[in-house]
């Protein structure tokens, strides 16, 4: 195993410093960009190597917003697949076509929980990030338990995700939009 850069141990002590989960979410994110558009993680994917997309390894931006709403972006990005996750969790499913519908779905929302941290409020940002990580926890949890075709799993994860979400919305949309199972 090659010797750890000294990178690393300036890395865990800053770490150590941060008093927030959003402040470590962001330094872990900014490290990750930083790897990656240097090379310095060659890690690859199906042939695909970072060092071999200068795009990518050039690449300055970080998130940006595409819709300034929230209302906006729940709505188009979080609402359909809630809505079909919904459905999909009504009953035990039957075959593997309905056990990848929850796959899908439960991915999409656990994944999509990551686009909440390029969004965080002005006040409040350190309860919105805790309400997004438990939401992306219980996401993904549904997400493995679909894998494991283990509904009971599925749905206490399921209704753990819907609360997460939930209790979002009441802190920051003043119990608007409660989503039901």
Known sequence: MPARPPLFDLLRKVMRTMKTSASLLILAGLV????CMTGAFSGSHS?????????????????????DSMH?????????TYR???????????????????????????ESCNLLFARLPAEDADDWAQ???ASRTDGAALYQAAREKDFGK???AYRA????????????ENGKHILVP
């Not at 060092?51 to 931006?61: E, F, I, K, L």
């Not at 906006?72 to 359909?80: I, T």
């Open 32 to 35: 990750s960009a930083a790897f």
């Open 47 to 67: 042939g695909y190597t970072v060092a071999a997309v200068p795009a990518v390894r050039n690449a300055v931006a970080g998130p940006e917003a595409v819709e």
């Open 72 to 80: 906006e972006f729940m709505e188009y990005v979080f609402q359909p």
């Open 84 to 110: 079909r996750l919904k459905v999909s969790m009504a009953a035990e499913p039957n075959d593997n076509k309905d056990w990848k519908a929850i796959k899908s779905d439960s991915l999409i929302l656990a």
């Open 131 to 133: 309400h997004a990580t």
């Open 154 to 156: 599925a749905s206490s």
């Open 161 to 172: 995700m819907l609360n997460n979400c939930n209790a979002c919305h009441r802190q920051f």
